[in-house]
């Protein structure tokens, strides 16, 4: 056995889950009541559904509760009372000295069974998502564009081979030439193409888009402040626009984009004549 000093007694709180890191394992502290002679317990610290932080999680009767989900697991066991060996491992721990300390052989053999692969030196990455679900299929990829852009890829991003079944492919028969696509020849890559968008050429103040997307309207209250005002920011950079929704302005987004959209519905809602 190696007694390792993990975290100090005093800064617990009963029934109040505490992080702790030890063998490259999460952890989750967890002082007990007073009366109980058990004193602490430490257990792996990542919830068995989507490896969600347990110390983010709370006590909920004789259970922890994971704070994304709503996995719950007996907080004195870890076992977890709905699923079958999903459980939450608990390791060896006792106080001393002001201190929780836990057997540090105990983890790091545990380790080696269960390798842990969050890099938690990357930005976020003490929060990866560790069991990707089909509802959100491309958080590494987005994660992977906005650590390296597309310097990984190359300037045209993802490519691969269609794969598609023989029997789902065109046949000629299918194939239809128009010829209007002929009319004018491809362009290689590196010719220059405009993408500008004018709204209102006509208009006093017509409004010149660099490229002819815009971020659509949603309101703030369906999106965060901080949402609203990311994607404006991002807008702004793309050289787009971005839409309030119908819902009023934010003063924050329009102050982050030089190419607002104030929407008028027929609702009127939180609309302005003064503010446009």
């Not at 405009?194 to 999106?223: E, H, Q, W």
Request: proline fraction near 6%.
């Amino acid at each position: 056995m190696q007694a390792h000093s993990l975290i100090s007694w005093t800064e617990l709180s009963p029934l109040k889950p505490a992080y702790a890191l030890a063998a490259n394992v999460d952890l989750i502290v967890l002082r007990l009541p007073e009366d109980d002679p058990e004193n602490v317990v430490v257990m792996y610290g990542r919830c068995q559904h989507r490896g969600a932080l347990m110390a983010d999680a709370h006590i909920q009767g004789d259970k922890i509760v994971c704070g994304l989900h709503g996995s719950h697991y007996i907080y004195k066991t870890g076992i977890n009372p709905r699923y079958l060996n999903k459980n939450l491992q608990k390791f060896k721990a006792w106080v001393e000295n002001d201190q929780v300390f836990v057997d540090l052989e105990e983890i790091t053999a545990w380790e080696k069974r269960n390798p842990q692969q969050y890099k938690r030196d990357q930005y976020q990455g003490l929060y990866a998502d560790s069991a990707p679900a089909p509802e959100e299929p491309h958080n590494k990829f987005i994660l992977e564009l906005a650590r390296n852009g597309l310097k990984n890829f190359g300037h045209h991003g993802p490519t691969a081979a269609m794969g598609v079944p023989f029997d789902k492919l065109p046949k000629w028969e299918d194939i239809q030439l128009v010829t209007a696509q002929l009319w004018k020849v491809p362009l290689l890559d590196d010719a220059p193409v405009a993408t500008k968008v004018v709204i209102g050429p006509n208009a006093k103040k017509p409004l010149v888009l660099d490229i002819p997307l815009f971020v659509s309207d949603m309101s703030f209250g369906a999106l965060s402040q901080e949402a609203k005002t990311a994607l404006a920011m991002g807008a702004e950079l793309a050289g787009t626009g971005i839409c309030s929704g119908e819902g009023g302005m934010l003063a924050d987004e329009q102050a982050a984009n030089s190419r607002y959209f104030y929407e008028l519905a027929s609702g009127r809602f939180g609309y302005d004549i003064e503010k446009a």
